[in-house]
């Protein structure tokens, strides 16, 4: 809503197919109390322990907002821990501090192991083709995941006997089917990241008493008044918040208007060191800007003028090209004149060309 309010929305959204598509397999996956997801987690993870059984522990979930929905998720985890069987937890709410404010999050499944052990169970839509899917969905899918053990394990730090499995189950389409298959993914990277990353945020309370007072997000204000609230919190736009938030279109507009070199890329904005604008980048690489001793620079003459020679090497074979042209034609027209006179001869001349 706000993006639409600052005249950028979003030009596409979620295929209704997809979502539909997505929807009917997760439920075949847990079809059956979940026998078919529970076969497959306990062929790849299963240990020591023995199969799961028709008495397999689903817990009742539902509580009321949020907030009810994750403590209820908490005692069901630390009551099927303590009983020390399988437990399947269908779309548990798991709660994780972003910024010094509480972000809640719905993991497709959770399953509690006899040994105590907690494996976050990821279903997506996106198939599995000879045991291999694509890459970025897959890295996309163990980003997710890791952001639901981080918050697993702050149940699991105040639950004795829990630990909260490093490796996630990926259950996918197996093939051109509709049938499940699953891989494990070791998620302790993105894990290591992403709590990195969290640990880096800025807290809400610092953002907003730096705003200026009586600014307010309100869809419902002027778009003028909307924009100038949003310029207030400096934005960190990078081409993959396209895929994740609704002011991205807002962002990439202003950043390309400063000509910032973010919308080139993180990689890109990492190699250019101290450049922060797409000008002041081609004025380093056009020699009239930039310190030579600085390696950055130094680089990008190095590329203008490999590019420099590309350009002239290429403007040569063209002109050679053009030059050769009209030979070829004259010859064309020369053969031509001389099977017109050999017509002309009459039957005589009719006999040669025979």
């Not at 045991?131 to 639901?148: I, L, M, T």
């Not at 953002?207 to 919190?233: H, K, N, Q, R």
């Amino acid at each position: 809503m706000l993006a639409t309010a600052l005249g950028s929305p979003a030009p596409f959204g979620q295929s209704q197919f997809a979502f539909m598509r997505g929807n009917a397999f997760e439920a075949k996956v847990k079809a059956d109390g979940g026998a078919e997801l529970l076969r497959l987690l306990y062929e790849r993870l299963g240990g020591s322990s023995a199969a799961p059984g028709p008495d397999v522990a689903t817990p009742d979930l539902s509580a009321a907002g949020p907030e009810g929905r994750a403590a209820r998720t908490a005692l069901a985890l630390r009551e099927a821990t303590a009983a020390g069987g399988w437990a399947l937890l269908d779309h548990p709410m798991l709660a994780l501090e972003v910024a010094g404010s509480p972000a809640y999050l719905e993991p497709d499944a959770v399953v509690v192991h006899p040994d105590g052990r907690w494996t976050v169970v990821e279903i997506k839509s996106f198939p599995m083709i000879d045991a291999s899917a694509d890459a970025s969905k897959v890295g996309a899918a163990a980003r997710q995941a890791a952001v639901y053990v981080l918050a697993l394990e702050r149940v699991a730090a105040v639950t004795e006997g829990a630990e909260v499995g490093q490796r996630v189950l990926l259950v996918c389409p197996k093939d051109f089917s509709n049938l499940p298959t699953a891989s494990v993914v070791d998620v302790r990277k993105q894990r290591a990241v992403t709590r990195r990353q969290l640990t880096r945020l800025t807290r809400i309370e610092d953002i907003a008493a730096g705003l200026p007072e009586g600014t307010t997000f309100d869809p419902a204000c002027p778009s003028e008044e909307l924009d100038a609230a949003v310029a207030a919190v400096p934005p960190a736009y990078a081409p993959e918040c396209l895929a994740a938030c609704e002011l991205a279109f807002h962002c990439r507009a202003k950043s390309r208007a400063e000509g910032a070199v973010e919308t080139l890329g993180r990689s890109v904005r990492g190699e250019l060191g101290g450049l922060t604008t797409v000008a002041g980048v081609l004025a380093a690489a056009a020699g009239k800007e930039g310190d030579p001793a600085d390696p950055t620079v130094a680089a990008l003459r190095r590329a203008a003028a490999l590019r420099a020679e590309a350009l002239e090497s290429a403007a040569v074979l063209r002109a050679g090209a053009r030059e050769a042209a009209p030979v070829a034609g004259a010859g064309g027209r020369e053969a031509v004149s001389v099977a017109s006179a050999g017509a002309s001869d009459g039957p005589e001349g009719a006999a040669a060309c025979r």
